[in-house]
């Protein structure tokens, strides 16, 4: 596997994956997307791979989710691959788990990101939010889907809706994650509950993991997830949502208009 915006490295049945932009902290672009999707594809193709861990570079960010710069410089012409943000949010045909290491702060498309893998353990220096509607958008990348199952409805608007951060440890409270541990110990830690899943039957966790998915598409999500993109596209016409990504870029408070 060679990739330009991830590393990827194969440690027995263990795929390690590492989103590799820590100049703009793991932020994902169009091209790092359809990198992913191809990443995973040759995941869920390769016999000997069991199990992904994917992580951030840098000691600072798992990911701060979208590009917004790029978005602003119009990089976002070339389309979404179908299997969503980080190849993962709209993927519901993936077998083998994958464990988040949470390394830093996971923002807006970043704890998407991490929302869409199987197990996630974060370093006690993690933050997580969906802050899109601060900059003119919504978490669409299967954030208002996935977090309102995870942490129940009435606490996953809060955070969507006000857009907030919640440290690691009010993160595992709350039920969005599995796992806090000291931040040297992160990977080792990941690795280690890979190793774990690598002992019991491949075959019966992807089975398992074949009706997680069916579950996710019979309770609508995939359709859900849809319509968000249906949403954030019509959103993305307005004069607010323009008004987000400038005022991002210009480091300033956004002048918002309501239309």
């Known amino acids: 596997m060679s990739y330009e915006f991830i590393t990827t490295e194969k440690r027995g049945h263990i795929l390690v994956v590492t989103m590799n932009r820590p100049d703009v902290y793991n ?14 594809d040759e995941f869920a193709a390769d016999q000997d791979l069991w199990v ?9 960010a798992f990911s701060a989710g979208n ?11 070339k389309p979404m691959p179908d299997t969503g943000f980080a190849g993962l949010s709209s993927r519901f045909d993936l077998e083998k788990p994958i464990i988040a290491a949470v390394n830093g702060f996971a923002m807006g498309g970043g704890f998407e990101t991490a929302l869409s893998c199987d197990i996630l353990i974060a370093s006690e220096n993690a933050k997580f939010a969906l802050p899109e509607v601060k ?12 977090l309102s199952r995870y942490i129940g409805r009435l ?24 796992e ?21 039957s491949p075959s019966a966790v992807k089975a398992t993991k074949r009706v997680l998915n069916a579950m996710m598409e019979g309770d609508g999500m995939a359709a859900s997830i849809a319509h968000s993109r249906e949403v954030i596209a019509d959103l993305s016409k307005t004069d607010d949502f323009k008004e987000g990504v400038q005022a991002f870029v210009e480091k300033r408070k956004p002048n918002w208009v309501n239309k």
């Open 135 to 146: 900059v003119g958008f919504f978490a669409a990348a299967s954030g208002v889907q996935r």
């Open 180 to 200: 806090v541990v000291p931040h040297a110990d992160l990977m080792d830690r990941a690795m280690a509950k890979a190793e774990e899943l690598c002992t019991v």
């Open 27 to 40: 932020a994902v672009h169009v091209d790092m997307h359809i990198e992913m999707s191809r990443c995973w």
């Open 67 to 77: 590009d917004l710069k790029a978005t602003a410089m119009g990089g976002n012409k």
């Open 155 to 178: 606490a996953a608007q809060e955070m969507m809706f006000t857009g907030r951060t919640i440290m690691a440890d009010e993160a595992l409270k709350m039920g969005c994650i599995n």
């Open 52 to 60: 992904a861990v994917l992580t951030g570079a840098g000691d600072k």
